[in-house]
């Protein structure tokens, strides 16, 4: 436990620092624009773009993996909606948006670093896979779920438009798919590229956990509503035992990529979350909320996943 501990908490612990800055310096928001685009647009497109080329492509190719994690993402965003729904009585919007707290967790900026330290290199495929098929999956229900039930937001085919739009042209999507090509076509990096892709990549970690941090520290965070708790019991501890169900059902896989996919799920939701429930207008408070609270749990249900991987405690399938 001492190892695993030693493991998680720097992860945690650049977290805080960010938090505490956060809330002692009382800096604007805006200051994390730049440091917000670094990640987006370069340091997370260099690493996935990096995992991707230097993977053989036929370990690219698992579609049973792909299918037992999307189908565990989407039943657990399913279960969550259900909670907004009817736990609270909410509308269709605020519903899309309690099942996306529930499903959607931190698999770009803690993802990736976690997974690559705590299970080591071969985690770095099915991190990559994972990401972009949930986010496919997740940024394509959401609005259009919204749209299809919500007459105060845009109707289906616009909607549609953008969310192919957005997907097509997402930087860490596009930066997996060309890593993808890369190794499809066994094209070698420049050394002096590969260098400084790999300088950006060691960036991503600590530079994503720090800006969640502060970006937590600067959520509006008020009452807590009743779906809010369900919500983040849901996603730290029904969606790791979803994807167990998922992996027995479509497996057998690699014993890394089993452990992958479990750490994967068991992260707390992403700020994207409230990202969304302030485009749409809709349970701002509740997703606020689960952010922060979420987050900070998982510093107790993340640690004992890490445990149970690290230890062998699990039979993987």
């Given amino acids: 436990m001492a190892e695993v501990l030693a493991l998680a908490f720097p992860y945690f612990g650049l977290i805080l620092i960010g938090f505490a800055c956060g809330k002692a310096r009382g800096l604007p928001e805006a200051g994390l624009a730049w440091m917000n685009f670094f990640l987006l647009y370069v340091a997370l497109p260099a690493l996935f773009f990096r995992i991707m080329a230097k993977t053989p492509f036929e370990q690219l190719n698992n579609p049973p993996f792909i299918l037992a994690t999307t189908l565990a993402t989407a039943f657990t965003y399913g279960i969550g909606a259900l909670t907004g729904r009817f736990m609270e009585r909410t509308e269709t919007t605020a519903a899309a948006i309690t099942g996306l707290a529930a499903g959607y967790g931190n698999i770009g900026y803690m993802g990736p670093g976690l997974a690559l330290v705590a299970i080591g290199a071969q985690a770095a495929v099915p991190v990559a896979l994972i990401f972009c098929f949930d986010s496919i999956f997740l940024f394509s229900i959401t609005p259009l779920m919204i749209a299809l039930t919500d007459p105060r937001h845009s109707r289906l085919w616009p909607t549609a438009f953008l969310v192919m739009r957005q997907i097509a042209f997402n930087p860490l999507i596009l930066a997996s798919f060309a890593g993808a090509f890369v190794a499809a ?124 991987i690290r230890s062998g405690q699990i039979a993987w399938f």
């Avoid at 909320?289 to 149970?308: D, E, I, Q």
């Fill in 185 to 308: 076509v066994r094209l070698p990096t420049p050394d002096v590229i590969d260098r400084m892709l790999e300088f950006l990549q060691n960036a991503a970690a600590p530079v994503a956990l720090f800006a969640l941090g502060v970006t937590v520290a600067l959520r509006p965070f008020g009452r807590v509503l009743q779906a809010v708790p369900v919500t983040i019991a849901i996603k730290l501890l029904a969606h790791p035992l979803i994807v167990l169900g998922m992996l027995a059902l479509f497996g057998p896989f690699d014993a890394a990529w089993s452990a992958t996919a479990l750490m994967m799920a068991s992260l707390p939701p992403a700020l994207n979350v409230f990202i969304l429930a302030r485009q749409y207008d809709s349970w701002i408070e509740g997703a606020s909320a689960a952010v922060l609270l979420g987050t900070l749990t998982s510093v107790v249900t993340l640690t004992v996943t890490l445990w149970l």
